[in-house]
């Protein structure tokens, strides 16, 4: 690995970027928000990092051709939204992409797949052809198989677990929330939380619940986890809002920052 970056102006010097998007923010009435979402990674990549999505909203995209008006509760009828709204979600990137000629490719991994060794030295080798080709991995959990991110995250332990696994140099986790708060930011006495040490265990922070009406499962609390799980294994991780994903690419001063552990000489 490169010299891992250590702060916000070196985002555009990054090499590798892991970006994670969740449900809420590219499904529904934000399905519009895909389109800045693309333009801002091909931006990155034309200043020459390599980019990885990974991108939920395989269930909030399937919903309305189950003839759903809300999330499903039971599992069962998660996973076949999902099997349906992957296809579509791919779809709307890759028209989206093809404005920049740019081609994706699905991969559908589970964090069993990257504990294990075998399908994780696969998942790794085909991760590193896919970006040697220059194409854009988009990555999800296979809901078919694992239903992890459905039950506990939106996908961002597993986004930390492909950063760790393309040993990238930043994962942006994009949020509905534009930081990390001290307390859920609606409630008075909140502050923005810029930089996060290492070694802060950030006992004190005070997380909300995961609004009832959303079509995700993350919130502040499965977000710190993921960005903890990034930070000790070498990936710096700065949480942002979903509509400011071309200005944290860009080295804007904006979100929450996590330190990385420093390297092992
Ligand atoms: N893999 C699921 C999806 O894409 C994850 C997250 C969720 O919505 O809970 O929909």
Redesign the pocket.
């Known amino acids: 690995m490169t010299r891992p970056i250590v702060s916000r102006a070196e985002v555009p010097t990054a090499r590798r970027i892991v970006v994670k998007v ?2 809420s923010s590219i499904s529904g009435a934000n399905a519009g928000q895909i389109r800045p979402l693309v333009d801002a990674l091909a931006e990155a990549r034309a200043r020459g990092s390599e980019v990885i999505l990974v ?8 919903m309305p051709y189950l003839k759903l008006d809300a ?1 499903p509760s039971d599992l069962a009828t ?1 996973q076949a ?2 099997a349906v ?2 296809n579509l ?1 791919i779809y709307r990137y890759q028209e989206s992409l093809d404005r920049y000629d740019i081609v994706a490719a699905q991969v559908l991994l589970t964090a069993g797949d990257l504990e294990n060794s075998t399908p994780r030295s696969n998942a790794q080798r085909a991760m590193e052809r896919l970006l040697g080709l220059r194409i854009l991995p988009i990555v ?2 296979n ?1 078919t198989v694992a239903t992890h ?3 506990f ?3 961002d332990r597993l986004a930390a677990l492909v950063s760790q696994l393309v040993r990238a140099d930043l994962l942006l986790l994009l949020s509905d929330v534009d930081a990390l708060y001290t307390r859920p930011p609606d409630q008075p006495g909140a502050r923005r939380i810029t930089h996060v040490p290492f070694t802060d265990d950030l006992a004190g922070v005070e997380f909300g619940d995961i609004g009832a009406a959303g ?4 919130g502040a609390g499965t977000k710190v986890a993921a960005a903890k799980l990034a930070a000790a294994s070498g990936t710096p991780v700065l949480l942002a809002a979903t509509g400011d994903v071309s200005a944290a690419l860009g080295g804007a001063d904006l979100g929450t920052w996590f330190e990385a552990v420093a390297p092992a000489d």
């Open positions: 969740g449900s991108s939920s909203g395989a269930i909030a995209t399937g999330r998660q939204a999902a709204g992957q979600l999800n959990e809901d991110e459905i039950r995250g939106d996908n079509v995700g499962t993350g």
